[in-house]
């Protein structure tokens, strides 16, 4: 029977996939799914899909016709990864759990890479694109997302107004190194690229935000504690964490009462490329 007759979703099974990103994964995927190239019969490599987004997507547009291989270092989102490819009769895929400064595929293999705000979130970006021009067909392309140094500036405002005033200037410049390491400039980005062998085809920009009642509920986000208060907390003297939270919080929630909530932009771009 073709597959797509045989419609036997458990909506109890369902619970467990559905829910299958996060907000914060939604504007940047949905930008460049709408970019891809779509052909049948090439491979195609996804780095950092998470939980499955947007790697389940693809495969289910190109269909059974293409290999999709992605790569991930997070075990336990691998096996969340699974349970849809599962549930979703996905069989094109192929998941490696590892690192994307090393994808174990060989040279000249695939048609097409895509990343979610992803490669600018690896320990050595030179080096993973270095990788995806190894492993890369001619011609083929290479569409990626990422978010900018701009992103949530109301909130680093605020912190570097609290930092300042607590005389904490070192870590006002760690502040700022932190950014750059994370959200390198869009310039430095495609010169890696192009001495990687690829063609910047286009770049388009745009930006959604994150809105807030208070300062409160925005330090109490489920996706802003899992994804970046880790990483504000290293950047503070251990004694003082709870003194500058707290200013930062009273100041953001000043801020809301004036302006009548807090938005903190997220700014972003959509790079378009292909192989020399």
């Known amino acids: 029977m073709t597959k797509y007759l ?25 930008k460049l799914l709408d970019n891809i190239d779509y052909k049948k ?11 499955g987004f947007p790697l389940t997507e693809i495969a289910m547009r190109l269909g059974d016709s ?12 691998i096996e ?15 998941l490696i759990e590892g690192v994307a400064e090393n994808i174990p595929l060989k040279g000249d293999s695939l048609d097409l890479i895509t990343s979610n705000n992803g490669i600018n979130n690896v320990a050595d970006i030179e080096q993973v694109i270095s990788e995806c021009s190894r492993i890369m067909k001619p011609g083929g392309q290479f569409i990626q997302t990422m978010n900018l140094d701009k992103t949530m500036f109301e909130f680093y405002n605020v912190m570097k107004d609290v930092l300042i ?18 959200r390198p400039s869009i310039d430095l980005f495609t010169e890696i690229m192009q001495e990687c062998g690829f063609i ?15 300062g409160t509920t925005l330090l109490s986000h ?14 503070l003297p251990q004694n003082k964490i709870k003194e500058i939270f707290s ?22 771009v959509l790079i378009d490329a292909i192989k020399k």
């Not at 090439?42 to 998470?50: H, M, N, P």
């Not at 489920?222 to 950047?235: E, H, K, P, V």
């Not at 100041?251 to 700014?267: E, M, T």
């Open 200 to 214: 910047i085809k286009s770049i388009e920009y745009d930006q959604f935000n994150y809105k807030f009642v208070d």
């Open 222 to 235: 489920y996706f802003i504690r899992m994804a970046f208060m880790d990483s504000w907390i290293a950047l």
């Open 6 to 30: 045989d419609n036997t979703f458990d909506p109890n099974r369902l619970l467990n996939t559905f829910d299958e990103l996060p907000f914060w994964s939604a504007p940047f995927g949905l």
């Open 66 to 77: 293409c290999t999709i291989y992605g790569i991930d270092p997070w075990a336990e989102a």
């Open 247 to 268: 200013q930062i919080e009273n100041a953001l929630n000043k801020q809301a009462d004036i302006l009548g909530g807090i938005k903190l932009s997220v700014p972003y």
């Open 41 to 51: 019969n090439i491979s195609v490599l996804d780095i950092g899909f998470g939980s």
């Open 165 to 182: 005033e607590l005389k904490l200037y070192e870590e006002v410049e760690d502040m700022h190194k932190h950014i750059a390491v994370k």
């Open 80 to 94: 969340r990864t699974r349970l849809k490819l599962d549930y979703y009769n996905i069989n094109n895929v192929n």
